[in-house]
């Protein structure tokens, strides 16, 4: 088992930026690749950025490349998602995540979740 506990989220103005954390206790994190997605209201939750046990692979979804860096520090057994230039659609809870599948972008494919940290983008 794995547990995830993310934090940093808040109210930001557009233009704005934000560093959420994932802490994972419980099994070893660098035995897991880590992915952050996330969910407005209405709309189904979606992949944004994802990374290998090691750190040396990562990924993002067309809405955080660019824009959004995830990284991850093993010996803390953290996750981050540095979040650059928000947008009001970017407002969302963000939830982290950990999976055995290597390059995993789909939600079946993770089997630990945390309990999502709010974001909100406004003025």
């Known amino acids: 088992q794995v547990q995830l506990v993310e934090s940093g989220g808040g109210l930001v103005q557009p233009g704005g930026s934000l560093r959420l954390s994932c802490a994972a206790s419980g099994r070893p994190v660098d035995r897991y690749s880590m992915g952050w997605f996330r969910q407005a209201p209405g709309e189904e939750q979606e992949f944004v950025a994802g990374i290998s046990r090691g750190g040396d692979d990562t990924y993002y979804s067309d809405s955080g490349e660019g824009r959004f860096t995830i990284t991850r520090d093993n010996a803390k057994g953290t996750v981050y998602l540095y979040m650059n230039n928000l947008k009001p659609e970017d407002t969302a809870v963000y939830y982290c995540?950990?999976?055995?599948?290597?390059?995993?972008?789909?939600?079946?494919?993770?089997?630990?979740w945390g309990q999502g940290t709010q974001v909100t983008v406004s003025s």
């Open positions: 995540a950990a999976t055995t599948t290597s390059r995993a972008q789909r939600r079946y494919e993770y089997d630990y």
